[in-house]
């Protein structure tokens, strides 16, 4: 891969053992994937915050990289495994909150934003389209290249963490317009009725195209809450972090249809829930907000919720960034939810909150959330809002 006079200095040591490190990792990746040169990017998502995930084996690599590294670009923290200010009323315990506060601290002095989010194009960090941008948490890579159309791979905690450090990436992949081509045509046959359908829909579609990049036709009218939640299905079930809805997505009309083609019919939504949900009666855990809830989002569960009460049985969480609970407690939203016993989850989510163990069953709107609670052993349900408002309600499914 070409380096330019800087560019070699920074892997000589020049700025410090941090930018080192990070052209270590960029031009390691470069070569493997066979990228010519490095390319500056507008912005950075780092994921990898939870300590659950990262254990200490990662908070001594943070430390060791914020002992002298500071991020060039404007960048922004996915998820940590808690609520960074009421980390005690979701049931955190004192040990883990020590640990998750040492490593935002690490991030903290690197000088990256405290985000906390999977959607931080909802807080700021909202790139143009075609800037390249150096993002992992899969969902909202899929959201910046599909739906802003923006460029990106699916970077990982450390290479995101090194394009900060460098202020660049390597270029190929998905940087590229020869690789963002879609190779396989999606006929969407299906009248979405219920947000959760948009779920299955991205199980259905990530199943069928696997590591293809679909081009969506039939989709006539989405909005944006319901697009976020398709994103994060589509590419936890199988697609590439790319893809094209026809009149919808930025670029779409720039590709040709492909030969190839999948048909999604209500059948394929049909067995996309019953792949997705269990057996579940009792509901003790229903989380909304996977991807992170928006304040449009957070005013509907709050409709849904006036003058109810949460079953005793059961915890309910909206997961979300601390801007936009900001937002819903001056609109009056986080009253009525408290109200009823639901609990604001900020600057976390139920995948990398540590929950294993704590919960048999959870409702969720998200089908990303389905199969990452299913990993922490839940039995799971993926409903609409209503239901999973209902459940938390009955303390039940049905
Ligand atoms: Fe976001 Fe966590 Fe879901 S990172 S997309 S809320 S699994």
């Not at 992949?173 to 879609?182: I, T, Y």
């Not at 036709?217 to 199988?238: H, N, P, R």
Request: aromatic content about 8%; overall charge positive; some cysteine.
């Amino acid at each position: 891969m070409y380096l330019t006079k800087e560019e070699e200095r920074m892997l000589d040591g020049e700025e410090g053992y941090a930018v080192k490190k990070s052209m270590e990792i960029l031009v390691a990746l470069g070569n493997i994937y066979g990228a010519e040169k490095l390319i500056r990017v507008g912005s950075v998502q780092v994921a990898g915050v939870s300590y659950h995930n990262l254990g200490d084996a990662g908070l001594e690599f943070l430390n060791t990289l914020a002992k002298d590294g500071k991020v060039k670009v404007l960048t922004t923290l996915n998820p940590a495994g808690m609520d960074l200010e009421d980390w005690k009323k979701l049931g955190i315990s004192e040990k883990f909150a020590k640990k998750q506060n040492l490593v935002i601290d690490a991030f903290r002095k690197m000088g990256i934003i405290i985000s906390c989010t999977c959607t931080p194009y909802l807080i700021g960090n909202l790139p143009r389209y075609g800037e390249h941008i150096a993002w992992s948490e899969s969902s909202a890579v899929t959201f910046a290249n599909s739906v802003i159309g923006a460029k990106t791979n699916r970077e990982g905690g450390p290479s995101a963490l090194a394009a900060a450090f460098v202020g660049k990436t390597p270029y190929y992949g998905l940087h590229l317009e020869e690789n963002r081509v879609p190779d396989t045509h999606v006929d969407v046959r299906v009248k979405m009725k219920k947000f959760s359908d948009w779920g299955a829909l991205g199980f259905s579609i990530g199943k069928r195209a696997e590591n293809k990049i679909p081009y969506i036709t039939g989709i006539k009218d989405v909005g944006l809450d319901e697009l976020k939640t398709f994103c994060a299905s589509v590419v936890t079930y199988g697609s590439k972090p790319l893809f094209y809805m026809k009149e919808i997505t930025p670029g779409s009309e720039k590709h040709q249809l492909p030969r190839e083609k999948i048909t999604i019919e209500d059948k394929d939504i049909k067995e996309a829930y019953e792949s997705i949900n269990d057996d579940v009666d009792i509901v003790n855990f229903v989380c909304i907000g996977c991807p992170h809830s928006s304040i449009k989002e957070i005013a509907r569960i709050a409709k849904l919720l006036e003058n109810k009460s949460i079953s005793p049985n059961t915890e309910f969480w909206v997961a979300t960034s601390r801007q936009m609970k900001q937002l819903a407690d001056k609109r009056g939203y986080t009253e009525i939810i408290e109200r009823a016993g639901g609990k604001f989850a900020c600057d976390t989510c139920m995948a990398v909150a540590p929950l294993k163990g704590r919960f048999a069953s959870v409702a969720t709107t998200s089908a990303k959330g389905c199969y990452y609670s299913r990993h922490n052993n839940m039995k799971t349900k993926l409903g609409s809002f209503e239901e999973c408002i209902e459940a938390a309600v009955r303390g039940k499914w049905s």
